[in-house]
Every structure is written in structure tokens, then in C-alpha cells.
């Protein structure tokens, strides 16, 4: 293996001291544009993520929906006064009052 020689070290300070003084404003802006492209790259994933989450919050509001209109429609068939009446004289032997039987207060 060779040794460096003192222009080879003489050269690699050389290199440092430039980067330090002549070179600091690009090497600032380098590091820059590197969090800059990482902040893109960050926010896209996150932004891809949030997509994905409401498209399955979406999907689960229109089943929601689906069951609620389902629910609506149950409540109105077990409503009507056809089938409420005919449990009552089924289930319960209820029966409409005869004329003669009604009382009337005044």
C-alpha cells in the first residue's frame, strides 16, 4: 500500500479549506435541496397515506348508508297500521267496539 506524500495531504487540505471558505454557499445549498427532496418525498408517502384512508372512510360511510336506508325502510313496514292492527287481533284477541257497547260522554 503507498503512503500519501505531503502533496497529497497538502492537496486534501487544500480541498477542506476551499470547501470551508469559497465552497460553503454551495455546500449549504446542497444540503438544502437534499432536505428539500426528502421533505417531498416525506410528504408524498403521508399525502398517498391519507388517500388511502379516506377512500376506506368513504367505502364505510356508504355501507353506512346502505344499512341506515335499510333500517329506514324495516321501521316503516313494522309502522303500518295494517300489521298493527292484525297483531292486535291475533296475539292479543283485540276487537273494534260495537256500536251498542260504545258510551259516548258529554
Known amino acids: 500500500m503507498k503512503q500519501p506524500t505531503e502533496s497529497s495531504l497538502n492537496l486534501a487540505r487544500l480541498i477542506g479549506r476551499d470547501l470551508v471558505t469559497v465552497g460553503l454557499v454551495p455546500l449549504i445549498l446542497s444540503f438544502i435541496i437534499l432536505a428539500s427532496a426528502l421533505s417531498v418525498v416525506y410528504i408524498t408517502h403521508d399525502t398517498r397515506q391519507q388517500i388511502v384512508k379516506q377512500e376506506q372512510l368513504l367505502t364505510e360511510r356508504e355501507g ?43
Request: charge should be negative.
Open 64 to 106: 353506512y348508508d346502505v344499512e341506515w336506508r335499510n333500517q329506514i325502510l324495516e321501521e316503516n313496514s313494522l309502522a303500518e297500521h295494517s300489521r298493527i292492527e292484525r297483531l292486535a287481533e291475533t296475539e292479543l284477541k283485540m276487537q273494534r267496539p260495537s256500536a251498542d257497547s260504545e258510551i259516548v260522554i258529554q
